[in-house]
């Protein structure tokens, strides 16, 4: 099926079509605010192509799932058939509202963490290894377990914002509210991670034209 996709795909390229649906997976709160957006531009340059973007936080088996690429910015998976296009640099920080930490005081070390309200996802997810750089200036890993977890970025940041702890969000989704001043970070000299953004594709499919637009048009976001 991937090579008569690939083929057909060949020949609309021929005539300068690009054509087909485009089936696209991202995390929630990555697609909400950085891909959903422009689609309308992308649309009007290519009339012929149509975008159906799911929202997903736990990244589907793209072998699997039908889903022509995935914006992701968890590590490199060992499967030798997907193809890594970084796209841009991505930080988590702590974050938390002034007012939250006016009440509950500032942690000032990793460890006095245990003594605030925290704000994760959910028990079994890895983004609740958090990685810090310790007095020796190596990482070291906490394992937390929020008093509120949800499996939503968008969730974990709301409650945030109302005040409800510190939690540990990628810079994308902070960025407004840090500009704003609604949100502050925490340890920032102590944290460290970094998670770059990427779009995965099979190595299969990687040169079909409604692919290779996409991928342009996500590296110019």
């Known amino acids: 099926l991937a090579d008569l996709d690939k083929a057909d795909a060949e020949v609309r390229s021929a005539t300068g079509t690009v054509k087909g649906n485009l089936k696209v997976e991202a995390p929630r709160g990555f697609a909400n605010r950085h891909i959903a957006p ?5 649309l009007r340059q290519y009339p012929h192509l149509s975008v159906e973007l799911k929202g997903n936080d736990i990244p589907t088996d793209l072998m699997e799932s039908g889903f022509d690429l995935s914006v992701r910015y968890t590590p490199h998976s060992d499967h030798d058939s997907l193809v890594y296009t970084e796209l841009a640099a991505n930080s988590r920080r702590l974050v938390a509202t002034p007012n939250y930490l006016a009440i509950n005081g500032v942690p000032t ?25 310790n007095d020796h200036g190596t990482s070291s890993t906490i394992k937390v377990c929020g008093n509120i977890m949800a499996d939503s970025g968008d969730a974990i940041l709301r409650a945030v914002l109302n005040d409800g702890g510190i939690a540990m969000l990628p810079n994308y989704m902070t960025a407004n509210n840090l500009q704003a001043g609604t949100l502050t970070t925490v340890l920032d000299q102590l ?12 190595s299969s499919r990687h040169s079909i034209p409604k692919i290779d637009v996409f ?6 976001l």
């Open 38 to 42: 422009h689609l309308p531009a992308l």
């Open 109 to 133: 070390k990793p460890s006095e963490l245990s003594s605030h309200q925290l704000i994760t996802r959910s028990a079994t997810s890895n983004s609740n290894f958090w990685h810090f750089q």
């Open 191 to 202: 944290v460290m991670e970094d998670h770059p953004i990427y779009a995965v594709t099979v």
């Open 215 to 220: 991928l342009a048009f996500l590296c110019s």
